[in-house]
């Protein structure tokens, strides 16, 4: 079978493209297009030209879509590799043959290859000189725009009108782009109304809000009342892209079609319009939105209840943080109500969704808000599935930082209960990823009661991945604990040092790794010391230590922050360390300690 496929092995990539390319056996074909570019690059620029460039109509009009489709994506690199070693000339290749190869599969019987092609498309545009844009690329489009054999070519037509206009350019947009648009969008087919429909935004953005509201916008409005649902549908789906196209005078005139929309005779034309409602007033400025929009907003939170489209609260939930940003808090009142529901929603991916914007939220509304009303949501997503939970944990520092220092610190011993609620590790993990950021927004008194007694606990965890998020955090919550009365760290330094001498060497390996977080924080805020007094000497007895695996991470530790450190790396006991490892009869232990490593990203 594997003979079958890549064919006579003891023949080069070239001479087995020339004898298989036209294979009964379609997997074969597949292969030898997936290496075209292999096999120029492999044989130079002038055996490409003269055996393999000849070869490749064969693809352009295989029987097996999966090889015409994979042919077009090779013509990318394909038209770099020829004009990085051949210059003008293979310039010339991509204007003469891959350009129309290109054009042609983009009208493909096959909605992958066709799909595929524009993609190679927008790709290739990007080699064409600015002078043979109007004669190679806009006046094919053209050509295909005006084709009346078959609607195939005036929807690709339509698509790329659209996708390429950046490259067209402002001028070429405003006096032919424009022009062929308006036609195509009174094109006796819908589907080619729907491509115009929902392919405005990009010439948009080239032309001006001013000239597409004068010559665009009003076909936008007129393809928003066509006869065939599914256009309307299009016009429904791009109305965000309108939306940033058009003047904020005509917001209000966009408005009154989305309300046409929410009434419409067709389902999937109302779902479309409420799915984009939120994304849409984040387009606005705060004083554009009106309370007839804000209201659409806000039922769709309670549609779970009345149990007809539950989708809609998803589709509000999801969208919520981008609307409240663009309402501000002074605009919260309207939206609380809706809020208050959705937290207590049926359906867990509505929950999810919010658990995960709940900071976004906090930050926006500020302290008094998140304290009166958001606290709501956050202790019932500390309570609910792990799937909601995992969104507020993921962002819980974030959201700490909004609130005040007492309730700061009336959350902090529920979340260090939340490791022994749950046989989720993953959750776990997250837990301990982030212990050390709350260490910094509580007192060195609650960090000592509660945060240092759940590091302790993460750290000795059954599941190794715990273990390890758990390291930059002990090193965060021990200097924090610095910060306090002398005796706040006493007990935790002490649990720390003893993990130096453990009969596990797992567990010394441990501590040289939280030596290297003690370290690196360190190095990025020095106002706190505590590496060289509590943690250099027991890392130079562990120079020695029997098991080389130990001597290993000390080694990589030693090689990425130590030494990338001047105070460190100056210190005579650092020295001493090296000294001993370098010498070390386990050749990695010494590869690694000579190596220069630059510093690790944080």
Known sequence: YQRRVHGDDTLDPLTRLERYHTSDFSLQRLVLVRELVDTATGAGYDETVS??????????????????????????????????????????????????????????????????????????????????????????????????????????????????????????????????????????????????????????????????????????????????????????ESICEISQAITRAHRTSLFEVFERFTEDVSRWVRVAAY?????????????????????????????????????????????????????????????????????????WKVR?????????????????????????????????????????????????????????????????????ETDNWRLRKMIAQKLGNLATLVSPATCRDTLAELGIRLLEDSVADVRQSSYKSISSILRRLYQGAADDKSSFLTYIKKLATHANYQVRQMFVYIAQEIAEQETQTPSVKVFEAEFLDALVELAGDRVPNVRLALAKVLSSSLNNNPSFKSMSKVHHIRDILLRDTTKDVVYFTSQEVPRRAQ
Request: proline letters at 3%.
């Open 275 to 347: 799915q984009q409602l939120g994304p849409l007033i984040s387009t606005c400025e705060r004083g554009e939105v009106t309370p007839r929009l804000l209201k659409c907003f806000t039922e769709m939170a309670f549609q779970s209840e009345t149990g007809s489209d539950s989708d809609f609260a998803e589709y509000c939930a999801y969208s919520f943080p981008a609307v409240v940003q663009s309402v501000g808090k002074e605009g919260w009142g309207d939206l609380e109500a809706a809020y208050l529901s959705l937290i207590k929603d049926v359906q």
């Open 352 to 420: 999810k969704s919010l658990a995960h914007s709940l900071h976004e939220i906090a930050k926006i509304v500020g302290r008094d808000i998140t304290e009166k009303t958001l606290t709501q949501a956050f202790d019932l997503f500390l309570k609910d599935l792990d799937e909601v939970k995992v969104g507020v944990v993921s962002n819980i520092s974030e959201f700490m930082e909004v609130l005040g220092d007492d309730l700061r610190e009336k959350y902090v011993p529920i979340i260090c209960q939340l490791p022994s």
């Open 51 to 236: 055996r393999l460039l000849q070869l490749l109509g064969n693809f352009v009009a295989d029987s097996e879509p999966a090889v015409r489709q994979m042919f077009v994506e090779q013509l990318h690199p394909l038209s770099v590799f020829l004009i990085d070693h051949g210059g003008e000339k293979g310039y010339n290749e991509l204007i003469n043959t891959f350009l129309p190869y290109t054009f042609e599969l983009l009208v493909d019987k096959n909605i992958e290859v066709g799909a595929s092609a524009v993609n190679a498309l927008i790709k290739l545009v990007d080699l064409v000189k600015p002078e043979h844009v109007e004669p190679q690329l806009l006046n094919v489009v053209v050509t295909l725009a005006h084709d009346e054999r078959a609607e195939d070519y005036r929807v690709v037509a339509a698509q790329l009108f659209n996708e390429l206009s950046g490259r067209f350019g402002e001028q070429l947009c405003k006096d032919v782009v424009v022009k062929e648009v308006v036609t195509l969008s009174e094109d006796m087919s819908f589907s080619v109304r729907k491509t115009v429909a929902c392919n405005l935004g990009k010439i948009g953005k080239v032309i001006g809000s001013e000239e597409f509201v004068s010559r665009l916008f009003p076909i936008y409005v007129q393809l928003s009342k066509d006869d065939i649902w599914g256009v309307r549908k299009a016009c429904a």
